[in-house]
Nanobody, 121 residues
Framework: QVQLVESGGGLVQPGGSLRLSCAPS????????MGWYRQAPGKQRELVAT???????NYADSVKGRFTISRDNAKNTVYLQMNSLKPEDTAVYYC???????????????WGQGTQVTVSS
C-alpha cells in the first residue's frame, strides 16, 4: 500500500520560511504530476502549486513569487519552499501525486495525511 509521507510543517513567524517535503513510502513504478494543496479552517481545500515530471510548475495567484515547488525524480520527492509567509498561509498542507505502483496498472491519485503550517507572531 503506497502512502505519501509529508514533513516540514510547523510554527513560523510572519515573514519566515518553511520547506515541506513529500515522498511515497513503499515500492512504486513511477510518479507523474505532483502537487501541494492546503485547507484552512472553515474553508475548502485549494490548490497551492503543481509540478509535472518535466518540472513545469503552476501556482495559485496567492503564492506566486513567494512559494517554489520543485521535485527530485530520482528520489520521487516533491518540495514546497515557502518564503515571506503570511498569517493567511496558515492551513493544513496536503501532498498529492499521480502514482503508478506497477507498470501494468494505470496511475491513480494519492494524498498525504497533511502537515500543519501555522504563521503567527
Amino acid at each position: 500500500q503506497v502512502q505519501l509521507v509529508e514533513s516540514g510543517g510547523g510554527l513560523v513567524q510572519p515573514g519566515g520560511s518553511l520547506r515541506l517535503s513529500c515522498a511515497p513510502s513503499g515500492s512504486i513504478f513511477s510518479i507523474y504530476n505532483m502537487g501541494w494543496y492546503r485547507q484552512a479552517p472553515g474553508k475548502q481545500r485549494e490548490l497551492v502549486a503543481t509540478i509535472t515530471r518535466d518540472h513545469s510548475a503552476n501556482y495559485a495567484d496567492s503564492v506566486k513569487g513567494r512559494f517554489t515547488i520543485s521535485r527530485d525524480n530520482a528520489k520521487n520527492t516533491v518540495y514546497l519552499q515557502m518564503n515571506s509567509l503570511k498569517p493567511e498561509d496558515t492551513a493544513v498542507y496536503y501532498c498529492n501525486a499521480a502514482v503508478q505502483v506497477v507498470s501494468w496498472i494505470p496511475s491513480k491519485s494519492y494524498w498525504g495525511q497533511g502537515t500543519q503550517v501555522t504563521v503567527s507572531s
